[in-house]
């Protein structure tokens, strides 16, 4: 069966070209020239998803999105918006109100169609894995453990992510919570100028990005892979059946904010007051204490030396230094990208 999008722009070239795009890719298209047709047609016809503009005249995107979203029968439908304005503020007001994703003018057929084919993939698989709450309730007991791993995995979706692979964008708005499989992933804040602060680090059997969905607003954070990892997906919906109908669900996620809390206290400490040699020492604990194997007996672990930098919270160029320092000191030995502990017990001695 065609997928029905509605497009919403006043351009009269650009909405004849689109959707003669649309059409040879065999959707079935609506188009409005402007936001109150769009709205109009949305209510009436009910499509699969809607892309539509930003500047427009009666009534832009920004109010578009803001009546669709008031009614029930078109808030869940996905929202692209096609604009001409990159601004962050732009994005990050779009992103906040619930919209899906931006195209950019001027566009390729082959951006317009990957951003709407994506969209669409995840709406029917958000659609198709929305029910099996009783399975989440079935793994309260053991919300962090092996048994909700192996529960988790029959159940719902797995992404593999590459290394550098987003998880998450900060301003995007959460739609799933994620349960690590497989790999690393680490979770980041940046500043305007791109410069970066490693917050988190998870592992498999970790859950993340449950903050955002209890806020119910967007990613104040960014989250990507250190390396190969395998991801699964549980639906919002199936998030908030469960923290509504088992207490022990919701003792367990607060537990996990508090201790996320303390992490990150201790951390903002680091930062202020610690040296630079013990920032360093102590990220490399911080990677030893969490992705250690139970049989490795020297931890090794292939990062790059800005993503140290950012878990020890300084610029590269001193990280590099400083780990220059301590393989002369045999604390470190270093190969590539490869960093092995060979001295542990004066590096944990260095942090404490």
Do not use: W
């Not at 951390?267 to 040296?275: G, I, R």
């Amino acid at each position: 069966m065609k997928k029905h999008i509605l497009l919403i722009e006043d351009n009269d070239n650009i909405r004849d070209n689109t959707v003669e795009i649309l059409e040879l890719a065999n959707y079935k298209v609506s188009a409005a020239e402007n936001g109150k047709k769009g709205v109009e047609l949305a209510l009436k016809e009910r499509p699969d998803l809607i892309i539509c503009d930003i500047m427009m005249p009666v009534l832009d995107g920004y109010g578009v999105l803001h009546l669709l979203n008031k009614n029930e029968a078109t808030a869940t439908i996905p929202f692209i918006f096609l604009t001409a304005k990159t601004e962050r503020t732009d994005l990050r007001k779009g992103m906040e109100m619930g919209a899906d994703d931006y195209i950019s003018k001027p566009f390729t057929d082959i951006e317009l169609l990957n951003a709407i084919e994506s969209r669409i993939k995840k709406t029917d698989l958000l659609a198709a894995y929305n029910a099996p709450v009783n399975v989440l309730n079935e793994m309260i007991n053991e919300f962090e453990g092996k048994d909700a791993l192996e529960k988790i995995t029959l159940h719902q979706p797995q992404n593999q992510y590459s290394k550098k692979q987003a998880v998450y964008k900060e301003g995007n708005h959460p739609q799933k919570l994620f349960y690590v499989i497989s790999g690393k992933i680490k979770v980041f804040i940046a500043n305007e100028e791109g410069k970066s602060l490693t917050i988190g680090l998870y592992s498999a059997g970790d859950f993340l990005g449950y903050t955002a969905l209890l806020e119910g607003g967007v990613y104040k954070e960014s989250a990507e892979a250190l390396d190969e990892s395998v991801v699964a997906e549980i639906p919002l919906a199936s998030f908030e059946n469960l923290l509504h109908q088992n207490p022990d669900a919701s003792k367990k996620i607060i537990q996990l904010l508090a201790k996320n809390i303390r992490q990150k206290e201790r951390q903002l400490l680091d930062v202020a007051y610690n040296s630079l040699r013990k920032r360093v020492a102590n990220a490399l604990v911080i990677l030893m204490n969490k992705y250690r194997q139970p049989d490795e007996e020297q931890f090794s672990i292939n990062i790059s030396r800005e993503d140290l930098a950012n878990i020890a919270g300084t610029a590269t160029e001193s990280l590099i230094r400083t780990l220059s320092d301590f393989k002369s000191e045999k604390l470190v030995s270093i190969s590539g990208s490869k960093i092995t502990v060979i001295n542990e017990q004066d590096l944990k001695e260095m942090v404490n």
